[in-house]
């Protein structure tokens, strides 16, 4: 009987199937090459002239977006070192919710550079130590280059100026229409101590038609659902919520009630009908003029809410449903009852409007606990509307980091390139082999003013050598105009089409064109992607156990009956 010879060396260990990479060549480059291809595909959806990427995910799902959580999400990302940076952006997208680009960009711009340090000579652990005391030095001087503090946070006109900017990355043509809104909707919302403010308290109801333009801000909560009976509008009203169909309910055991005559049957229908309103009439009693409930209306319960002059509206999410309880001050009920007074909702008024073609129920309150607003996105198509849904979400997110800290930044490349600068001068000063990390980490910094020159089609060589020549004469916040650029003319009219041809993008004061940066925001990411970017550094082994066995996944289930499957 033949023996099997003994694998060599780590393969020994594991199972056949197994794979292992071993050195800075297969493990440390690879990983490298992995991050800097994922950030070159959303490098291009940086800043405001950033392209949108069409994605389609797993369920076949489109998404026309240049949000980089949402593409990093959707995409699945299975490689492991990938993923780690994909883990720091989601990080970022939880902690503030803005600037989850500028963490993937960053870490594959470090990563980058550390490369070229290995092909040196250099040892990841000492390009990793290095991007380390480089972290902490820029994190030393961030501080000194806050330029404002926003202190007005229930101003609607300071509040759009601030966040202005964090909607123009998303929606360059819309951030004024998208600023007023949301600005309206965070100071209606936001209480007397701004630390409490509550993201959950702006909801965003989407509905197709007319465009972005039509978009409104609403005060209260918005139901794509119109009114069940024939009352459309209650003032002052008392809201009754139940969790359960407004309707008769069957016993839980099976009964049989036999009936002779026709007198016996008129008498069982007549005391059905007075035990129904009985119930309605003590829920008037009480003062309900709104009925909410999570089922159907019966028919019969309709007639007598009609008669007795009560609005009924029906919620088919149970999350709506909490939601409005929270904002009315109701406690929902399991079964039909009268509930008492103080179980009861208070809302100003409820009433049904008509958005385009789409019925609407508005339920307005008021004071401080109830304070909730809603904003109608409108758009030409569901894809626009969601992002212009995410570009709404990013801001209001970027609100309620002010509410934390409210230091700001000089945006449009400014602050990167000043760190660069201050950094490049003091990795001179640093003795030791980790001068050559700190001094490819302000290198690495340039790389985002850079992205929004070249998204821009501005020459990013001639604008950075610009901008290091306005910081240089003393102007911290001089940042990349992408509205105030010219064609280079002399070369166009001798007909030299080349690279210097490009557009020559502008350098402007950042602070006087409103284009502000949230501090919490970029400490954030410079601290995350250097993390990030260190610890796939310290990788020297990749060991990929054999994946376990077992049936494929199912495929989409069909549409309609007559379909075998999805294609």
């Not at 230091?407 to 600068?421: P, Q």
């Not at 604008?463 to 940042?479: M, P, V």
Request: proline share 2%; charged share 25%; hydrophobic share 40%.
């Amino acid at each position: 009987m033949a023996q099997k010879v003994p694998r060599a060396g780590l393969s020994r260990f594991m199972k056949e199937g197994s794979q292992f990479f071993k050195g800075t060549d297969e493990a440390v480059i690879r990983n490298i090459e992995t991050v800097c291809e994922l950030a070159g595909q959303i490098r291009s959806a940086y800043g405001p002239n950033g392209m949108n990427k069409m994605v389609i995910n797993h369920i076949e799902k489109l998404f026309v977006t240049n949000d980089a959580a949402t593409i990093l999400r959707e995409l699945e990302i299975q490689h492991p070192a990938a993923k780690i940076v994909v883990l720091a952006s989601q990080m970022q997208e939880k902690q503030v919710g803005d600037n989850t680009n500028t963490v993937v960009i960053l870490a594959a711009a470090l990563l980058e550079h550390a490369a070229q340090l290995i092909y040196m000579g250099l040892t990841p652990q000492e390009v990793a130590s290095g991007y380390e005391l480089a972290c902490d030095k820029a994190l030393e001087l961030l501080p000194a280059l806050v330029v404002k503090e926003a202190t007005e946070l229930k101003d609607v006109d300071q509040v759009k100026r601030w966040i202005r900017s964090a909607i123009t990355s998303k929606q360059y043509d819309n951030e004024e229409v998208i600023a007023d809104l949301v600005s309206k909707a965070c100071v209606q919302t936001c209480p007397k101590n701004a630390a409490n403010f509550n993201v959950d308290n702006i909801r965003i109801c989407k509905i197709v038609g007319s465009g972005v333009h039509s978009s409104t801000v609403m005060s209260g909560m918005v139901f794509k659902r119109g009114a069940e009976g024939e009352i459309k509008k209650a003032k002052n009203a008392r809201i009754a919520v139940y969790t359960c169909p407004f309707d008769l309910t069957q016993t839980e055991t099976k009964g049989t009630i036999l009936i002779e005559n026709a007198d016996e049957l008129q008498g069982y229908a007549a005391g059905e009908e007075k035990e129904v309103e009985e119930q309605i009439k003590a829920l008037a009693d009480n003062g309900v003029s709104v009925v909410v409930a999570a089922g159907k209306f019966g028919d019969l319960y309709l007639h007598f809410l009609n008669k007795y002059n009560i609005m009924a509206v029906r919620l088919t999410s149970k999350f709506d449903l909490r939601r409005l309880c929270r904002t009315v001050g109701a406690q929902a009920q399991a079964r039909i009852c009268a509930p008492a007074v103080n179980l009861l909702g208070v809302c100003e008024s409820v009433e049904v409007k008509e958005i385009g073609d789409e019925e609407v129920t508005v339920f307005e309150c008021g004071g401080e606990g109830g304070r909730i607003a809603t904003i109608i996105v409108r758009g030409a198509s569901q894809s626009r509307i969601d992002d212009v849904e995410r570009a709404v979400d990013d801001a209001v997110n970027y609100y309620k980091a002010l509410t934390k800290d409210g230091k700001l930044l000089a945006g449009a490349g400014a602050v990167e390139i000043e760190l660069s600068r201050q950094m490049e001068s003091w990795g001179e000063k640093c003795a030791g082999l980790e001068q050559y990390a700190i001094k490819k980490f302000a290198h690495a910094l340039e790389t985002l003013p850079k992205c929004i020159a070249e998204n821009g089609g501005v020459n990013a060589t001639e604008l950075l050598t610009r901008l290091y020549a306005a910081h240089e004469a003393g102007d911290a916040n001089a940042g990349v105009d992408i509205i105030e650029t010219t064609w280079n003319i002399p070369d166009l009219l001798i007909g030299s089409f080349n690279d210097s041809c490009l557009l020559q993008g502008g350098v402007a004061n950042a602070v006087d064109l409103n284009i502000f940066d949230l501090y919490a925001g970029k400490r954030s990411a410079i601290k995350l992607a250097t993390e990030a970017a260190s610890t796939i550094l310290k990788v020297d082994q990749i060991i990929i156990a054999k994946q376990a066995g077992g049936p494929k996944p199912r495929g989409p289930k069909p549409q309609d009956d007559d379909d075998e499957g999805m294609a």
